[in-house]
């Protein structure tokens, strides 16, 4: 096990990661405020408001792989 500052430990670590790392309350809310706009100025279907959350989903995942690996 590797220590961290204060002995607290790897494990310590890991374990609050996913409240840092999870906003789902904030993008579920923004989502839903910010679809609807966003689906009538573009004039968007369903399967075409499927592809701009998937492709939203996408980015995020991949920021969200980077600043893992940068550590931040």
């Known amino acids: ?3 961290g500052p204060g002995g607290c430990g790897a494990p310590a670590r ?3 990661m996913p409240s840092r790392i999870t906003p789902t309350p ?6 839903r405020l910010s ?3 966003i689906a009538a100025d ?3 279907g369903a399967q075409d408001i ?7 989903i996408l ?3 991949g920021l ?3 600043s893992g690996s940068l550590g931040a």
């Open 26 to 31: 904030r993008m579920k809310l923004l989502s």
């Open 1 to 3: 096990m590797i220590d």
């Open 64 to 66: 969200l792989l980077t």
């Open 35 to 37: 679809i609807p706009p």
């Open 50 to 56: 499927q592809w701009i959350i998937d492709s939203y």
């Open 59 to 61: 980015v995020f995942a």
């Open 14 to 16: 890991v374990a609050s």
């Open 42 to 44: 573009l004039k968007a």
